[in-house]
């Protein structure tokens, strides 16, 4: 299986993505999520008829496996489980210099949550005088929910 290496930027007014390891792969959006959409599908172009002659086989077989590298952004993994007919969501990342967790009986809710209470956390750390890195700061941030139930 190839890896794909797909950078991702903070730009003035959104993100941008390219591969660092394939030619002519690039996304762009507003948030990283958009970005990200963005670029899968500039993958799903090299799959058209036109195009898979120049395509890498990787792309073609569906043999590859896409890796994110953040520049000046970043991605939060937000581990989800059911716990006592609630869902609890835990971000354990050194970068929070904590734990936050939120637990909500509805998932729409909890991916709500868990966006304010790291906001309130970060703010926090900031009014404490922690050394928080800007794309944090600015909320440049992706959230990954991994859910385990």
Same mark, same amino acid.
């Given at each position: 299986?190839?890896?794909?290496?797909?950078?991702?930027?903070?730009?003035?007014?959104g993100?941008?993505?390219?591969?660092?390891?394939?030619?002519?792969?690039?996304?762009?959006?507003?948030?990283?999520e958009?970005?990200?959409?963005?670029?899968?599908?500039?993958?799903?172009?090299?799959?058209?008829?036109?195009?898979?002659?120049?395509?890498?086989?990787?792309?073609?077989?569906?043999?590859?496996?896409?890796?994110?590298?953040?520049?000046?952004?970043?991605?939060? *993994? +937000?581990?989800?489980?059911?716990?006592? @007919?609630?869902?609890?969501?835990? $971000?354990?990342? !050194? &970068?929070?210099?904590? #734990? *936050? +967790?939120?637990?909500?009986?509805?998932? @729409?809710?909890?991916?709500?949550? $868990?966006?304010? !209470? &790291?906001?309130?956390? #970060?703010k926090?750390?900031?009014?404490?005088?922690?050394?928080?890195?800007?794309?944090?700061?600015?909320?440049?941030?992706?959230?990954?929910?991994?859910?385990?139930?």
């Open positions: 299986m190839k890896e794909i290496i797909v950078v991702i930027e903070a730009s003035k007014d993100f941008r993505a390219y591969a660092e390891n394939v030619f002519g792969l690039y996304g762009a959006g507003s948030t990283i958009e970005c990200k959409n963005s670029f899968l599908e500039a993958i799903e172009i090299y799959k058209e008829p036109d195009m898979i002659d120049s395509a890498p086989k990787c792309i073609v077989n569906g043999d590859c496996e896409i890796i994110y590298k953040y520049v000046g952004c970043g991605e939060l *993994v +937000v581990n989800v489980d059911w716990v006592e @007919e609630n869902y609890c969501a835990i $971000v354990d990342d !050194s &970068i929070l210099d904590g #734990v *936050v +967790v939120v637990t909500e009986k509805d998932y @729409e809710k909890l991916k709500l949550s $868990v966006a304010e !209470s &790291i906001d309130f956390h #970060v926090g750390l900031i009014d404490g005088g922690g050394v928080v890195p800007e794309w944090l700061r600015e909320k440049k941030y992706a959230l990954n929910f991994v859910n385990r139930f």
